[in-house]
C-alpha cells in the first residue's frame, strides 16, 4: 500500500521575502492553501537541529508502511485472558485444587513470580486455589481460533481476520499497568514519557487537514493510575497528545463551539476573515515568522474542525443496517457501538490514531474481583458485537488492510480464585495475559506465544508491552530508534521489538 | 564550531564509549580531560586508557603498580609533578604543553604529531606513514586554531574571562555582554540588528519583567520621555514592581517542579507533593522581590531547617524537596529528589548513574547512590501555625530529617530487589569530578522544634477553641437549666451537658498549665508537682461528668420512649411499637454501662492524688537533624563549585532570550547540548556571584544590553546565514507562555486581581478566577485546561517550555468564556470615552497589543465595524475578541 504523504514540512526558508510570505499563505482567510501542512512545526523543532546531528522527524515514514492509522482499543481494569482469547480446560479440571496440589505447582515459584513484577502491590496476587472458567468456549472460523463464549461475537465474525498474542507480560501488579501499557514505563516514572500515540503522531504528518491526528474515545483510565497522561505525549509536547472527543455533536471537544452561543456562523467567519487580514498584516514585517505562519493555519485548521468534529461525531447518516452491526440498536452496547462507529469514521477522515477507551475511572471496570461472572459476562456483551461490527466493517469496506486494530487491557486475571462461592472474582495477573490485532498487514486467525497450562506465566515467546508498540510502529513504517529526541536516551526495552511471526510478509 | 565539526565531535565521543575498556581503567576524571582537550582532534583509538598506560588485566586497579604508563604516559605524568614543583597549574593542558614536542616512544615522530595523525604516542611500533605525515603540518595549524578558541570546561570553577575587545562602529556596546555576542557574530558574517521601535521594546521588556502588557498611559509617557536614560528607569522601576516577582516565580517554579497536591479525588488520598505547598511558591515570590541571593536561596530550599531551624517564614522553603513526596514509594521519591536536585541546580542528569556509572559524564553509579544517601533521612511533615489547632486544615508544610540513621545501599543494576550488601551502608557524597567535598555536622534542634505542638500559640489556638466550645454550650444550655418552666429532667439533662464540655476544659486548662512548667524547664519543682497533681484530678473529674452526662441523657431519652407506651396514651403502630422496644432496650444497655463509667470514674476520683497526669497526644520529632542537606547545599553554593552559578545564569538567559546559551538547561554535561557563548556564560556566573548572587542585578545587565534591545525584525543575510538566530543577530521573537495569556485578556480588559498569595484557587476556576495563574491549582490532573492548551507547566518536570501552535489555542481564544467576557467588557469601557469607530479601533490595538494601530489595520477593522449585519457595540466586541487571537497578542516580539 502506498500512500503518499500528502503535507509536508517545508524545509526552514532563508531569504524569505515579503511577497513569498503573502504568496504561501494565502492572503486572508480563504480557501485551505494547504500545501505546506505546517502547524506543528513551529520554532521548537526548527530551533533544535542546531549543530547537533539530529534532525527532528520530517513526518515520513522510514519504511513502506503496510497502515495507515491505528485503532488502539483498550479495556480498563484488566480483561481475564482466560475466558476471552487463552482458554484454560485444566481450570476446569483442576477447579477448587491449590496450584500446589496440582502438576503445576512450579507456576508459584516466588523468582517467577515475582521476576518482572516491581514495587508489587502486596494486597494483589498470590491466589492459590484454581477457580474454574466463568463461561464456555468454542472453536470459530477456519483457522478454529477458541475464544470464550463472551466474546462469541468476536469469534464469529473475525476469527480468520485477528492474531493473538497470549504471552504478553508487564511490570506492574496494580492499575498503574495503564500507563505501562501506553507508554512502556513502570506507572511510579509519571507521565515523562511518550505513549504510543503519541510517537506515531510525531512520527509521521497528518493525513487529513481537518480533524486532529491523534483523537482519544471513551472513558480514559482514571487519575489514580495514569489518567490523561496514558494519552499524554511526555516529553515530545503537548502537542502530540491525543485530543479527547466526546460522542456528543453538541461538545465533542472543549471551546469547539463558543460559549456565546448567539455568536453565528457569518459572525465567526467574519471574525476569522479579519484576524487573517491583521496577521497577514504583520506578516508583511515578520516574513520569516514560522509562528505566524502556523498560527494562521492552525486557526483554519480550528475553522474546519469546529464544523467537521461534530459532523464525524454525528452518527444519523449512518445506515440502520450500520447500526446494528456496531449493537447501537441494543442498550448495553449502544455507547461503546457509538464509539466505535466514530473511531471508523475518525479513520476514513484521515486520523493517524485513535485510542478507544472502554470502562475507565478507577481502577477500570474490568477490575473483577468479585463476582466475575456477572461483572465480566456484563462488560463483554457492552463490548463485544460494537468490536466484531467494527472489524467487520472495516473490512468491507476496504479499509482493513490500511488500518490497524488493536485489542489490549493492561494485565490478565488469574487462575486462582479470589473469594469463594457466587462472588469469585478473579485477582490482577502481570505474569501472562492476551492481546489481539487485525488489519494493518496482521497475519488473520493465528495465535502467537503461550502461557503455561493454567494461564500463570508467558512461557513461549514472551512478550513486554512495547513488543506491541513497536509492531504497531513497525506497521506504520515507523522505526522508533529514529526518532529518538537528543538527550532522552531510551532503553531497549523502551523500543521493543516488532512481533514478526505475525506480521504479513 | 561549524555543524559538521560538532558532529564529528559526537560521534567521536560516542565511539569511544562503543568500544569501552577491556579491563582496567585509567583514572576516569583524566582521562575525561584528556579527551576534551584533543575534542575533535582525538581519534576514537586514542581516546583509550591504552594512549598512557601499558594493558593490564588487573580489573580494579587501585595504583600505578597495578595498571603501569606507557612512555607516553610516564612523560605526561612527570610533566605533572614538575609544574606542581613550580607552583604551577597543573591541568592537562599545561602538562601536554611541556611534553608536546618531545618523543616519549622514540620512534621518530614528536608526541603531539603523533596524536594529532592518531597514532599513540606511547608505542614506538605504532608511528605514522609517510602519506601520513605529509597532513601533519595542516593538522599542528588548525589543532592551533582551535587552541585559541575559548576553552569552556564546565567542570571547573569559573574564572571571569577577559571581556573582548571589538569595533563598535556600527553597533551601540551598551555593556560586556554586547562586546561578548558581538566577538561571535562577526566570525559568522553576521550584523546585529538596530535598536527595536520604542513601543515594541516597551511591551517586550514589560511581559519580560512583570508578565503584563504596558498601560496606554504608560506607554505615551515613555514615548514621551526622550532622555537617554528613559529605558534604564522604566526597567528599574519594573524590577522594583512586585509583579516582577509573580512573573519570575512562574519561571523557578517550573524548574523547581512546584506542584499542588495530587491524589486520588474520589477519597483525599494524597499521592503526590502535600497540602498547603502554596506556602513555598509564596516564599518564592517574596524571595525575588527582595532581591534575596540565589545562593541563600539554594541553602533554604535544600536546608532551612538545619540553617535557621526556628525560622518558620523561611521553613516553607523547604517545599523543595516536600515536592517530591510520593506516597506509593519512597524510591521513587528518592530518585526524583536525587535526578532533580542534580539537573535544577547542577545541570547534572545523575539518575543516568542510578544503573551504571554514567556513559557521558564524570559520574560513577556509586556517586548516585552518596548523593541519595544525603536525601535518605528526610521526611516530611505538618507543623502547626499560629491561630489554628488542626493541622489538616492548615499548616506549614515542611521537611525534617526523620531516620537519622537511615541507610542508603547500593542497587546492583539500579534494582532496589539487589541491594549490595557487600558494599554496605554508603556515606553521603558528591561528584570527586566537581571537586569539593561535604562538610557534614549534625545539627541540635531546639524543644519547639522537636515538639511543634508544644508551642504556646498552639495552646492558646487550642485553648481558645475549647472556651469557644464552653462558651457555645453554655448559651445553648444556660437558658434551659434555669428556666423554671422548662422539665425539670430536661434541666438536669442540660446542666450535665454544660458540666461535661466544662470539666473537658478545666482539664486543658490545668494540663497546659504543667506543660508550661515543664517547658519552662521546672519539671519536679513542687510548683510542678501541685500543678501535675491538678491536671490529674481534672482529668479525673472529666470521665465522672461524661458518664453523668450520657446516664442522664439516656435516662430522659428512655423516660420519653416510656410514656409514649404508656396504656393511658394512645395506641401505636406495631412497627413504631417494635421500634420503640428495640430503642428501649439500647437505651438500658447504655444506662447500664454509663452507669459502671461512672461508679469507675467516681472511684478514680477519689483515688489519692498523684502527678501520674496523661500528657496530651502531640507529634514528636528528632531533636538533631544530620546536617548532610545543608553540607550539600553549601557545597553547592560554594563559589568554587564550577556548576551552580553556570546554571543559575543560563535559567535566566533562557527566559530572557527564548533559549539558553547552553539550551539544554538541565544538562550541562556532554549528551546536553554545547554552549554557543561560553565566554559570556562564565563572564554572567562570576558576575552573579559578585553580586551576591543577586538576580535583579543581572536581569538589568541583560535588559539592558544592546543585544536585548535589537529588533526581532529579520534581515535577509542572517536569516540566510543563521536562520535560528542562535548568534543572536535579532532579538528572538516567541510566544507568551500560558499564563501570560491568560493574565494578559483579564488584565487588558481591567479585570486581573493581582493580589499576592494565599492558597492555590481551585483548577475548576480557571476561566472564571480573576487571579493571576501562577495562583491557580497546578497538580497531575488538577490543572486549568485553558493554561494546558497552551503549554502550561508539565509538573512532573519542565525545566524549559516548548511553545507549541495547535488550533485547540485558536479554538480556546476564540471560543472561550474567558476571552468573551473580556472582550464584551473592555468592549464596553472603551466605547464610553471612545465615540467614533476609529478612535475605538486606536485606542484597542493600543490596550491590548500596546502599539499604536497602522493605517491598513485602521482601515481594515473600519471596515469590519460597519458591517451591515450586527449592531455596532457587537461588531465592537467582536473586533476585541479578534484582536485577542491576534498572532502579536500572544507573541512577545
Redesign the interface.
Known amino acids: 500500500m502506498a500512500h503518499a504523504p500528502k503535507n509536508r514540512k517545508s524545509h526552514?526558508?532563508?531569504?524569505?521575502t515579503r511577497r513569498s510570505f503573502l504568496a504561501d499563505t494565502g492572503m486572508g482567510f480563504t480557501g485551505l492553501a494547504l500545501g505546506a501542512m505546517l502547524?506543528?512545526d513551529?520554532?521548537?523543532r526548527?530551533?533544535?537541529?542546531?549543530?547537533?546531528?539530529w534532525t527532528p522527524s520530517d513526518g515520513r515514514a522510514h519504511f513502506t508502511p503496510r497502515a495507515k492509522s491505528v485503532i488502539w482499543i483498550f479495556l480498563c481494569g484488566g480483561v481475564s485472558h482466560l475466558e476471552s482469547f487463552d482458554i484454560k480446560p485444566e481450570l476446569n479440571k483442576y477447579a477448587g485444587k491449590s496450584i500446589a496440589d496440582t502438576p503445576y505447582k512450579a507456576a508459584l515459584d516466588p523468582e517467577k513470580v515475582?521476576k518482572n513484577v516491581?514495587?508489587a502491590n502486596p494486597n494483589h496476587g498470590n491466589r492459590k486455589v484454581l477457580m474454574p472458567l466463568n463461561t464456555g468456549y468454542k472453536a470459530y472460523g477456519k483457522s478454529g481460533l477458541i475464544v470464550g463464549d463472551w466474546f462469541k461475537c468476536i469469534g464469529e465474525t473475525c476469527a480468520d481476520d485477528i492474531a493473538v498474542v497470549r504471552s504478553l507480560w508487564t511490570v506492574h501488579n496494580d492499575h498503574g499497568a495503564q500507563l505501562t501499557f501506553q507508554n512502556g514505563r513502570h506507572p511510579?516514572?509519571?507521565?515523562?514519557f511518550p505513549t504510543l500515540g503519541s510517537w506515531a503522531t510525531y512520527g509521521l504528518s497528518t493525513l487529513n487537514q481537518n480533524l486532529?491526528e491523534f483523537v482519544v474515545l471513551g472513558s480514559p483510565t482514571g487519575?489514580?493510575c495514569g489518567?490523561?497522561?496514558t494519552y499524554g505525549a511526555g516529553y515530545l509536547?503537548?502537542?502530540y497528545a491525543g485530543?479527547r472527543l466526546n460522542v456528543d455533536p453538541k461538545k465533542p471537544?472543549?471551546?469547539?463551539?463558543?460559549?456565546?452561543a448567539a455568536i453565528t456562523l457569518?459572525?465567526?467567519t467574519?471574525?476569522?476573515g479579519?484576524?487573517g487580514?491583521?496577521?497577514h498584516?504583520?506578516g508583511v514585517?515578520?516574513?520569516?515568522?514560522k509562528?505566524?505562519r502556523?498560527?494562521?493555519k492552525?486557526?483554519e485548521?480550528?475553522?474546519q474542525?469546529?464544523r467537521s468534529v461534530p459532523e464525524t461525531v454525528t452518527l444519523e447518516s449512518e445506515s440502520e443496517a450500520t447500526r446494528r452491526l456496531y449493537g447501537i440498536d441494543q442498550p448495553h452496547s449502544k455507547s461503546f457501538g457509538q464509539q466505535c462507529l466514530v473511531a471508523r469514521r475518525l479513520v476514513e477522515r484521515g486520523v493517524r490514531f485513535v485510542q478507544l477507551f472502554h470502562g475507565g475511572g478507577?481502577g477500570g471496570d474490568w477490575d473483577s474481583h468479585a463476582d466475575i461472572k456477572a461483572g465480566h459476562g456484563k462488560l463483554a456483551a457492552q463490548v463485544d458485537r460494537p468490536i466484531a461490527g467494527l472489524i467487520a466493517d472495516l473490512k468491507c469496506r476496504g479499509l482493513l488492510d490500511e488500518t490497524l486494530v488493536v485489542f489490549g487491557t493492561e494485565f490478565g486475571r488469574s487462575p486462582g480464585s479470589q473469594g469463594t462461592g457466587d462472588n469469585a472474582g478473579r485477582d490482577h495477573h502481570p505474569n501472562g495475559f492476551s492481546a489481539f490485532l487485525a488489519g494493518g498487514g496482521i497475519k488473520g486467525g493465528i495465535t502467537h506465544g503461550a502461557t503455561d497450562e493454567i494461564g500463570f506465566h508467558a512461557v513461549e515467546s514472551p512478550h513486554y508491552v512495547t513488543d506491541l508498540h513497536a509492531t504497531v510502529l513497525h506497521q506504520l513504517g515507523i522505526d522508533s530508534r529514529k526518532l529518538e529526541i537528543?538527550?532522552r536516551?531510551r532503553l531497549d526495552m523502551d523500543h521493543g521489538k516488532p512481533i514478526t511471526e505475525i506480521i504479513n510478509s | 564550531m561549524s555543524k559538521s565539526i560538532r558532529r564529528l565531535v559526537i560521534v567521536l565521543v560516542l565511539a569511544t564509549w562503543v568500544i569501552g575498556m577491556p579491563c582496567a581503567q585509567a583514572t576516569p576524571a583524566h582521562k575525561a580531560a584528556f579527551e576534551r582537550h584533543f575534542d575533535r582532534f582525538l581519534t576514537r583509538n586514542l581516546a583509550s586508557c591504552s594512549t598512557c598506560h601499558l594493558p593490564s588485566d588487573k580489573k580494579d586497579p587501585e595504583s600505578l603498580d597495578d595498571f603501569p604508563h606507557n612512555p607516553f604516559g610516564d612523560a605526561l605524568h612527570k610533566a605533572g609533578e614538575q609544574l606542581k614543583r613550580g607552583g604551577k597549574k597543573r591541568d592537562i593542558s599545561s602538562r601536554l604543553a611541556l611534553i608536546a614536542s618531545q618523543d616519549s616512544d622514540g620512534d621518530g615522530v614528536d608526541n603531539l604529531t603523533e596524536l594529532l595523525l592518531g597514532h599513540n604516542p606511547g608505542d614506538a611500533k605504532d608511528t605514522p606513514t609517510s602519506a601520513e605525515l605529509q597532513q601533519a603540518p595542516t593538522r599542528r595549524a588548525e589543532f592551533a586554531e582551535y587552541l585559541k578558541l575559548y576553552r569552556w570546561t564546565p567542570y571547573e570553577a569559573v574564572t571571569r574571562p577577559a571581556v573582548p575587545q571589538v569595533g563598535t562602529a556600527s553597533f551601540l556596546v551598551r555593556n560586556s555582554i554586547d562586546a561578548f555576542v558581538l566577538e561571535q557574530l562577526q566570525p559568522n558574517g553576521l550584523k546585529p540588528s538596530p535598536e527595536a521601535a520604542k513601543v515594541t521594546l516597551l511591551r517586550r521588556v514589560y511581559l519580560d519583567l512583570i508578565g503584563l502588557n504596558p498601560t496606554p498611559a504608560e506607554i505615551t509617557a515613555f514615548e514621551k520621555d526622550v532622555s537617554p536614560s528613559a529605558y534604564e528607569i522604566v526597567v528599574d522601576r519594573l524590577l522594583a514592581d512586585p509583579r516582577y516577582g509573580q512573573r519570575w516565580a512562574r519561571h523557578w517554579m517550573d524548574v523547581w517542579r512546584y506542584s499542588d497536591w495530587a491524589g486520588w479525588t474520589g477519597g483525599n488520598q494524597i499521592r503526590d507533593s502535600q497540602p498547603f505547598i502554596w506556602r513555598w511558591r509564596d516564599w518564592i515570590v517574596e524571595s525575588l522581590n527582595a532581591d534575596k541571593g540565589y545562593d541563600r536561596m539554594v541553602l533554604e530550599m535544600l536546608a532551612a531547617d538545619e540553617l535557621a531551624p526556628d525560622d518558620d517564614a523561611n521553613l516553607r522553603a523547604t517545599g523543595f524537596l516536600v515536592r517530591n513526596y510520593k506516597m506509593g514509594s519512597r524510591e521513587q521519591w528518592m530518585e526524583d529528589t536525587v535526578n532533580h536536585t542534580s539537573r535544577a541546580f547542577i545541570g547534572m542528569t545523575m539518575h543516568c548513574a542510578k544503573c551504571h556509572d554514567h556513559k557521558f559524564d564524570p559520574v560513577t553509579q556509586e556517586d548516585y547512590y552518596r548523593l541519595r544517601a544525603v536525601f535518605e533521612p528526610y521526611e516530611v511533615r505538618t507543623d502547626p501555625i499560629p491561630g489554628m489547632s488542626d493541622k489538616k486544615k492548615d499548616g506549614l508544610v515542611r521537611a525534617y530529617d526523620k531516620e537519622l540513621t537511615a541507610q542508603t545501599l547500593f542497587y546492583i543494576r539500579g534494582d532496589e530487589r539487589t541491594p549490595d550488601q557487600k558494599k554496605g551502608a554508603l556515606s553521603p557524597g558528591i561528584p570527586a569530578a566537581l571537586g569539593g567535598s561535604l562538610d557534614i555536622n549534625p545539627i541540635a534542634l531546639s524543644e519547639s522544634v522537636a515538639h511543634p505542638d508544644r508551642r504556646d500559640y498552639v495552646r492558646k489556638a487550642l485553648l481558645a477553641e475549647s472556651r469557644k466550645m464552653l462558651e457555645e454550650t453554655r448559651a445553648k444550655f444556660d437558658p434551659v437549666k434555669d428556666n423554671e418552666k422548662t422539665p425539670s429532667r430536661q434541666r438536669s439533662e442540660a446542666q450535665a451537658s454544660l458540666a461535661a464540655v466544662r470539666a473537658k476544659h478545666e482539664s486543658l486548662v490545668a494540663l497546659f498549665h504543667v506543660e508550661e512548667i515543664e517547658d519552662a524547664g521546672h519539671k519536679k519543682t513542687a510548683e510542678w508537682e501541685s500543678a501535675a497533681r491538678e491536671a490529674l484530678a481534672a482529668q479525673r473529674r472529666t470521665p465522672v461528668a461524661d458518664a453523668t452526662q450520657s446516664l442522664i441523657s439516656a435516662q430522659n431519652a428512655a423516660y420519653e420512649i416510656r410514656q409514649k407506651l404508656a396504656p393511658t396514651t394512645q395506641p401505636v403502630s406495631k412497627t413504631v411499637a417494635d421500634k420503640a422496644t428495640a430503642d428501649l432496650k439500647a437505651l438500658d444497655a447504655k444506662i447500664e454501662s454509663s452507669q459502671k463509667l461512672l461508679a469507675t470514674a467516681v472511684t478514680d476520683l477519689n483515688a489519692p492524688p498523684d502527678t501520674a497526669y496523661k500528657p496530651r497526644s502531640t507529634d514528636d520529632y528528632p531533636a538533631t537533624s544530620t546536617g548532610r542537606r545543608l553540607a550539600l547545599a553549601r557545597w553547592l553554593i560554594d563559589n568554587r563549585n564550577p556548576l551552580t552559578a553556570r546554571v543559575a545564569v543560563n535559567h535566566l538567559w533562557a527566559r530572557h532570550f527564548g533559549q539558553g546559551i547552553v539550551p539544554s538547561v538541565d544538562d550541562f554535561g556532554r549528551n546536553g547540548r554545547p554552549a554557543t557563548h561560553p565566554a559570556l556564560l562564565d563572564w554572567l556566573a562570576a558576575e552573579l556571584v559578585e553580586n551576591h548572587w543577586k538576580m535583579k542585578p543581572i536581569h538589568r545587565l541583560i535588559v539592558t544590553s544592546a543585544t536585548y534591545r535589537q529588533s526581532s525584525i529579520a534581515q535577509p543575510d542572517g536569516l540566510s546565514r543563521d536562520p535560528d538566530d542562535i548568534w543572536l543577530w535579532r532579538f528572538p521573537s516567541r510566544r507568551m507562555e500560558a499564563e501570560l495569556v491568560r493574565d494578559n485578556v483579564l488584565y487588558c480588559a481591567g479585570k486581573l486581581d493581582l493580589a499576592m498569595g494565599g492558597p492555590d484557587v481551585d483548577h475548576s476556576q480557571g476561566l472564571i478566577s480573576k487571579r493571576r495563574s501562577l495562583y491557580l491549582q497546578c497538580a497531575p490532573e488538577k490543572e486549568v485546561e485553558f493554561l494546558q492548551l497552551f503549554d502550561g507547566p508539565n509538573t512532573n518536570e519542565c525545566y524549559f517550555r516548548r511553545p507549541s501552535v495547535v488550533p485547540q489555542q485558536a479554538l480556546a481564544l476564540a471560543n472561550s468564556q474567558l476571552v468573551i467576557e473580556q472582550s464584551r467588557a473592555l468592549a464596553k469601557e472603551l466605547s464610553r470615552d471612545n465615540d467614533s469607530p476609529q478612535a475605538f479601533i486606536k485606542a484597542a490595538f493600543l490596550r491590548i497589543l500596546a502599539r499604536p494601530a497602522t493605517a491598513d489595520e485602521v482601515e481594515a477593522c473600519g471596515k469590519f465595524l460597519i458591517a451591515p449585519e450586527l449592531k455596532p457595540d457587537r461588531a465592537r466586541e467582536n473586533l476585541i475578541v479578534v484582536l485577542f487571537n491576534h498572532h502579536d497578542f500572544v507573541t512577545i516580539r
Open positions: 526552514p526558508c532563508p531569504g524569505v502547524f506543528r513551529g520554532k521548537a526548527a530551533a533544535s537541529a542546531h549543530e547537533v546531528p515475582n516491581i514495587g511510579r516514572e509519571g507521565g515523562t486532529p487519575d489514580c489518567g490523561a497522561w509536547g503537548p502537542q485530543v471537544l472543549p471551546f469547539l463551539s463558543s460559549a456565546d457569518e459572525e465567526q467574519a471574525n476569522l479579519l484576524l487580514k491583521l496577521n498584516f504583520a514585517d515578520y516574513p520569516d515568522d509562528d505566524l502556523a498560527r494562521i492552525s486557526y485548521l480550528a475553522f474542525m469546529q478507577g537528543p538527550g536516551k
